[in-house]
C-alpha cells in the first residue's frame, strides 16, 4: 500500500485483532495510498486507536498539508463508526460521496481553514495571485455554504499581496488616474469651468506625488 504503484482498492481485515498499534501502521502506509477506497480493520481497535487515521483524511496543519491529504479512503469497517471520531467519519463519507477529488479538497479546506497564508508564494510576486483567486471562485463555484468565508478570504489575499508589495500595484493604479485627469484637463481646457479645472489639476498632481 505504501507503493506509488498499488493498484488494490479493497481490502479486508476484519476481525484480524490488529489493534491500535496495527491501525497507525496502517494509516502511516497509507499516506501516499490514492488508490485504496475500502479498508475494512474491525475488530480489535479502541475509539483512540482511530485517531490516527484522522490526520490521514484531513490534516489541518497546513492548507497544503490539507490538500494533500487521502480524500479516496471511504471506509474503514462495517459497523464501526460508532468508535470512530465524528471527523473521521465525516471525512470518509465526503470521500465515498464525492468523485471530484478537487472538490473534497476545496471543502476540507474551507471547513478547517479560514485563511490562505500566501506568503510562501511571494517569490512568484503577483504571478500566482490569479490562481489563487481563481481557486477560490472555483470553490465558491462547487461548494455550498461557504460563499462569506470565500469572499473574505480573496480579500485577504489581495491585502497581504499589495501590503508585500504596494508599487506593483499603486504604480499601474496610480498612471491609469493620470491619464484619466489629463483626459478631463484636456476636456476642460479652454472652457468656462475654471474652478472644476483647477481641481482636477490638483486631484492629478496628487495622483503624480505617488509616483515620483
Known amino acids: 500500500m505504501e507503493s506509488p504503484d498499488s493498484n488494490l482498492k479493497d481490502l479486508n481485515l476484519r476481525y484480524n485483532n490488529l489493534g491500535d498499534g496495527g491501525a497507525l501502521i496502517f494509516a502511516n502506509a497509507l499516506r501516499g495510498n490514492y488508490k485504496l477506497k475500502y479498508l475494512d480493520l474491525s475488530g480489535g481497535i479502541s475509539r483512540e486507536g482511530w485517531t490516527p487515521f484522522s490526520k490521514l483524511l484531513c490534516d489541518t496543519s497546513s492548507v497544503n498539508n490539507t490538500y494533500l491529504s487521502n480524500h479516496t479512503l471511504g471506509c474503514l469497517g462495517m459497523g464501526m463508526t460508532h468508535l470512530m471520531p465524528i471527523g473521521i467519519q465525516f471525512n470518509l463519507s465526503l470521500n465515498r460521496d464525492i468523485e471530484d477529488k478537487g472538490q473534497i479538497a476545496m471543502i476540507k479546506i474551507l471547513r478547517h481553514h479560514s485563511h ?13 495571485l490569479p490562481l489563487v483567486v481563481d481557486w477560490l471562485e472555483k470553490a465558491d463555484n462547487c461548494t455550498n455554504g461557504f460563499h462569506e468565508q470565500i469572499t473574505k478570504m480573496k480579500l485577504s489575499c489581495m491585502y497581504e499581496f499589495v501590503r508585500e508589495f504596494p508599487m506593483l500595484y499603486i504604480e499601474p493604479v496610480t498612471r491609469k488616474e493620470i491619464e484619466q485627469f489629463s483626459a478631463m484637463e484636456i476636456r476642460l481646457q479652454g472652457k468656462s469651468q475654471q474652478a472644476e479645472l483647477e481641481d482636477v489639476q490638483k486631484c492629478k498632481t496628487r495622483s503624480m506625488r505617488r509616483l515620483f
Open 116 to 128: 490562505i497564508n500566501v506568503q510562501p508564494f511571494f517569490e512568484w510576486e503577483f504571478k500566482v
